[in-house]
């Protein structure tokens, strides 16, 4: 199978397992889900699909030398993904946006994926844990593949800037099953354009708002029994379809408010709702000329500081005025 991906260019796939998951209905079905949620309908720039960004994480993977079945849980690690992405954490106001992953395991035993992972010898209940895969996920500030291709290929989305993707490309090295970078100086520079991501982009009070009101649309529909649970999983065409044929005037009227004239202003003394991101950040490890490993923060008291501005920021939050649409 011969890929073409934004990020790491062309990329042959030789394994009958990985050829067989990219064209299961479950994987399929990825291509369908925006990972930008509400925001594909106003911001530009907003074209990754969970398809993209599951595929993307496998090629990472195998660039790092990961073993087959890591590349595997790679390309899975997003199946138990709801329409519109992370909106449904505000829906069901999961703090640290885990709804989906509680569904996990249930989506994928119930799909032919178990079928194809043992026709290929690899255990099923492995995927269940990520203990398994320490490449493919880790606990913040650390680096891990999920976190670097979802970084990467939003940078590629919204502002190009290919050149600089190679350079953080060719600093990533595994040492002890875990990712780190070679030099402290691009490891900073990683560091800082992850949180400038954050603040312009996945946690911009205009984000979140329309986040926060597509939310506020679909538990509506929820509350109404326009739509189902099990509606949440198939992918944002379907279910953004039956809320507008609703014909429900507050579902509509949340929805005419998706667009790119949406004005929003931060005001605590007056304001329409209050709404929070979670918390990202990175804190990368490199390697010292002597062979040893530091934190970005060690060695750059400036940018602890910021780390510390950012983690304030984010527990404020946002208090959301709409001004027009």
């Not at 390309?75 to 954490?89: C, E, G, K, Q």
């Not at 402290?184 to 560091?191: N, Q, T, V």
Request: aromatic share 10%; hydrophobic share 40%; net charge neutral.
């Amino acid at each position: 199978m011969e890929l073409e991906d934004r990020v790491y260019g062309h990329a042959k796939i030789k394994e009958p397992v990985l050829i067989s998951l990219i064209n299961s209905k479950p994987v399929r079905r990825l291509k369908g889900i925006n990972q930008a949620g509400a925001s594909q309908y106003a911001l530009r720039g907003k074209t990754v699909s969970r398809y993209d960004h599951s595929q993307g994480v496998m090629i990472l993977l195998k660039k790092l030398n990961a073993p087959l079945e890591e590349q595997i849980a790679g390309l899975l690690h997003d199946i138990p993904h709801t329409a519109f992405s992370h909106v449904i954490d505000f829906v069901f106001k999961s703090k640290n946006h885990e709804f989906h992953e509680k569904f996990h395991k249930k989506i994928i035993t119930g799909s032919e994926i178990p079928s194809i992972l043992e026709k290929n010898g690899f255990n099923i209940k492995r995927q269940f844990s990520e203990r398994n895969f320490p490449l493919l996920e880790k606990n913040l500030p650390d680096l891990c593949a999920d976190r670097i291709d979802y970084t990467l290929r939003d940078m590629v989305a919204s502002s190009g800037f290919h050149d600089k993707i190679n350079e953080y490309l060719h600093s990533f090295i595994v040492k002890d099953n875990e990712i780190v970078m070679r030099q402290k100086e691009i490891a900073r520079k990683f560091a800082e354009d992850y949180l400038k991501m954050d603040e312009e982009k996945w946690s911009h009070p205009l984000e979140i708002a329309l986040f926060q009101i597509l939310a506020d649309a679909i538990k509506i529909a929820l509350d109404e029994k326009i739509i189902s649970e099990e509606d949440l999983f198939q992918d944002d065409v379907f279910l953004y379809s039956k809320l507008k044929e609703s014909k429900n005037v507050q579902i509509l009227k949340k929805l005419d408010m998706l667009n790119v004239n949406l004005k929003i202003i931060d005001d605590p003394d007056d304001y329409h709702f209050h709404s929070k991101n979670k918390l990202r950040y990175i804190n990368p490890r490199f390697i010292n000329p002597d062979g040893s490993f530091s934190r970005v923060s060690d060695v750059y008291p400036d940018f602890k500081e910021r780390l510390r501005k950012h983690k304030e920021w984010i527990e404020r939050g946002n208090f959301v005025r709409v001004v027009s649409w």
